[in-house]
């Protein structure tokens, strides 16, 4: 049985003198995995959003749940090993939000089949008893009956592997959940201000509550910045010299038609013209092409493609589809930024691609935790090993991990289909809402019931938290979400409480939004002109 989630109440918790034995900066995939790390050994724990849960980075990857190909390319076998295990994990402890996915590997040369079969070969062996099934190479003939699309000029055949897909926001959802089942708070919207100290030790945080503007000085035994790209910002909180730690890079992802890749099965480009791993994902009934690995100066919460991004997406699609898609048949395009690690006694760093993709874990003079690297199929280790580091330096009741054998919130042995397979076991109670047989948009698999849902268990608390976030409507046709939010602020306006203006505003602020998602700026939908 669900229980509504009401925002206030979970302040009240904040009012209250208590020493927190946790407080976690960052409700992205390493805030939140160590979020559920620590409520889980019995920590008292809070976590605190800037923005939205998996605002950046986290709701912005290539939806796969791998080892790494690439990495393995580079020699990195540890991480591909750890990664492989987390995968398998993962997959046990969220089948609603994790599945099996082929992966076709064509080869345009006779080496090149041998070679990249080979590699793959290795990949399985690093899965151990947790792989998702053997590689096995593929003639001419049948690669292309299963991927039809495929240009076959050159073509001598294929390598097929497994690898895992799930929904990113939706995993750092059922996250966000886990961490409340186990008594936790967690408040998006809730950006952290500053760091308290007594002497030089940090101490705990203040905070403020961007919907009232109310403040807060909260008292923590420990504090960990989980921000991932943003751990630079709240380091200067602490020690405004600090060297950053970071060299971000961003990943840029085009959404198209299935009709340009009907396979189930994905399709990975191990070399691309400037030596990248290209992959092209069917994803909730589209397919993502992606992604790049562009250095940038500056980290953004909407950071925004570059042209030569786009072009180099489109050109490399172009050698291996037979009917590849154009500018114009993007339905979206998304931006993630990478949160590099320089290492630590260079003050600069070269090309993104020579700098860690492992977690590290740093410990400032003063106390202050930053976890930062990795990615999204090892947060659980992530977590782990920070909590680890925070109950020895908080010299906190020593407990050890058994989230390896966590079952997130809405795990079932059996979810639905799509729409409404992410929700898991909660999937009836969708169902059981008003709007559940209502679509907000007919190119969107979405439901009014959705919104509701939503609003009242997942602390959803504006447009761009449903139609990015709760539902991925934003990242699958950027034009349709735009149409389909004045629906969408009027049921929401109806859960929160809110009136006309909110909403006027809200819906100004989406389009702003979505706008930047489309490679050609749409007309205006005549419903944004006036709620």
């Known amino acids: ?14 009012r209250q003198p208590d020493v927190w034995d946790l407080i976690v900066i960052g409700g992205g995939a390493t805030g939140l995995g160590t979020a559920v790390e620590a409520a889980n050994r ?42 492989l295990r987390e995968r398998g994990l993962l997959r046990r402890n969220a089948p609603h939000l994790v599945r099996d996915l082929t992966f076709v590997v064509p080869a345009y040369t006779w080496w090149s089949k041998f070679f990249y079969g080979a590699g793959l070969k290795v990949y399985d062996i690093l899965a151990g008893k947790l792989g998702l099934g053997a590689s096995h190479f593929l003639s001419k003939r049948e690669i292309l009956a299963r991927m039809p699309t495929l240009n076959p000029q050159g073509l001598k055949g294929g390598i097929v592997y497994h690898d895992g897909q799930f929904d990113d926001s939706r995993l750092a959802i059922a996250l966000l959940r886990t961490f409340l089942d186990y ?7 809730f950006p952290v201000t500053g760091l308290l100290k007594q002497g030089e030790r940090v101490t705990g945080v203040s905070a403020r509550d961007t919907e009232t503007g109310e403040r807060f000085e909260l008292q923590a035994r420990s504090v960990i910045n989980a921000t991932g790209i943003f751990v630079d910002t709240v380091r200067r909180m602490d020690n405004p010299n600090v060297p950053d730690m970071l060299s971000p890079s961003q990943g ?21 013209e400037d030596g990248r791993v290209l992959f092209a994902v069917p994803w909730h009934n589209k397919v993502v092409i992606g992604t790049t690995d562009t250095p940038v100066e500056h980290v953004a919460f909407e950071p925004r493609p570059l042209q030569e991004e786009i072009d180099f997406i489109l050109r490399t699609a172009a050698q291996y589809l037979a009917n590849p898609p154009t500018q114009q048949d993007v339905l979206s395009v998304f931006v993630g930024q990478r949160p590099l690690v320089k290492p630590e006694r260079t003050a600069g760093a070269g090309s993104t691609a020579s700098l860690s993709r492992d977690h590290v874990i740093r410990v400032s003079g003063s106390g202050l935790i930053t976890i930062t690297g990795g990615k999204w199929t090892t947060y659980r280790k992530m977590g782990e090993d ?39 076991s909660d999937a009836e109670a969708v169902r059981d809402l008003p709007g559940a047989d209502i679509l907000l948009h007919a190119q969107l698999p979405y439901r009014e019931a959705e919104v509701r849902w939503a609003a009242r268990y997942e602390l959803a608390r504006t447009v761009e938290d449903v139609l990015a976030r709760r539902t991925r409507a934003l990242l699958l046709n950027a034009r349709a ?25 809200q819906l100004e602020q989406y389009r702003s939004l979505a706008e930047g998602y489309l490679l050609s700026n749409p007309a205006v939908p005549a419903d944004f002109q006036k709620v």
């Open 1 to 14: 049985m669900n229980a509504l989630i009401n925002r206030e109440n979970l302040i009240a918790a904040l």
């Open 42 to 83: 019995g920590y008292k724990t809070l976590l605190l959003e800037q923005y939205d849960f998996a605002k950046g980075t986290s709701s912005r990857s290539t939806k796969l749940v791998h080892g790494g190909v690439r990495y393995l390319a580079q020699g990195n076998i540890g991480l591909v090993r750890e990664s």
């Open 183 to 189: 008594s936790g708070i967690a408040l998006n919207y």
């Open 252 to 272: 840029i992802h085009l959404v198209v038609d299935k009709r340009f890749q009907p396979s189930d099965s994905a399709i990975m480009i191990p070399h691309t």
């Open 386 to 424: 920070v909590v680890d580091q925070a109950m020895q330096l908080a010299r906190l009741p020593a407990q050890a991990s058994t989230t390896s054998n966590l079952h997130l919130h809405g795990w079932t042995a059996t979810p639905e289909a799509e729409p409404l397979g992410m929700y898991g």
């Open 481 to 505: 979400s735009m149409e389909a939010a004045p629906r969408v602020v009027e049921l929401l306006a109806e859960e929160l409480g809110k009136d006309s203006a909110w909403q006027q505003q």
